[in-house]
């Protein structure tokens, strides 16, 4: 049977107990047994008898498509929680002609049990009003969060190879921008900054054609 294996951040890994070659399809088990079809990349490691393989989905199911989906579902709810806001917006204005002429209760009166109950649902329906118009906000501000995310190319795709090469190559004309005195230093320590900054994407670059190629 193969399974995930976390590998890195947002990387995972076939754990399998049989060799398999590059170029082939295999079922891979999540942990709630549910089997994806996916393509073998790379033989990573080696350890306790099990083979650890870099893959794609062979439905071409990424995190870009998870992010895409994950904000089309908050965007719902966000449609959803304004709807239920305007319903209880209309709701808490039911009797607003009523209230509007600012008559007493009159204790005892055979009205006041109504004129209560009328006050008491217009404040609830305009609390419920107000929440539901809050999460729609809340849901549409993930919403966005995720649209966003949705662009995102990281080591768990194959395409991270060339995607890092590209800020490699940027980060290194930055860099040398700044030794040079072509780009005015920004503060004392941008120099560490920028070259910190090729450290770490050579790193992310080695591991994508460590994973990928």
């Given amino acids: 049977m193969n399974t995930y294996s976390k590998y890195v951040p947002n ?37 306790g008898g099990f083979y650890y393989y870099s893959i794609v989905r062979a439905d ?3 995190v870009q498509e998870w992010a895409k989906n994950k904000s089309e579902r908050l965007e719902r709810a966000s449609i959803n929680a304004d ?9 808490s204005n039911k009797d607003a002609e009523f209230l509007s002429l600012a008559e007493p209760i009159h204790i005892g009166h055979h009205s006041e049990k109504r004129h209560r109950r009328i006050i008491e649902q217009a404040q609830n329906n305009m609390g419920k009003s107000v929440e539901f118009s809050e999460k729609s906000e809340q849901y549409e501000n993930r919403a966005e969060y995720w649209a966003k995310k949705a662009s995102t190319i990281n080591l768990s795709m194959p395409e991270s ?5 590209f800020e490699l190559e940027k980060a ?15 503060h004392s ?19 994508a054609i460590k994973l990928w190629i």
């Fill in 11 to 47: 990387v995972f890994l076939a754990k399998c107990t049989e060799k398999h070659d590059k170029g082939e399809t295999i079922l891979v088990e999540t942990k709630y047994g549910k089997e994806n079809e996916s393509i073998v990349f790379n033989l990573i490691a080696e350890q």
């Fill in 60 to 62: 071409g199911f990424n």
């Fill in 83 to 91: 709807i239920k806001s305007n319903n209880y917006f209309k709701a």
């Fill in 161 to 165: 190879v060339e995607f890092y090469e």
């Fill in 172 to 186: 290194k004309r930055y860099h040398e921008g700044l030794k040079s005195g072509a780009i005015e230093r920004g």
């Fill in 189 to 207: 320590f941008s120099l560490t900054y920028a070259k910190k900054e090729v450290n770490e994407i050579e790193k992310k670059l080695k591991l």
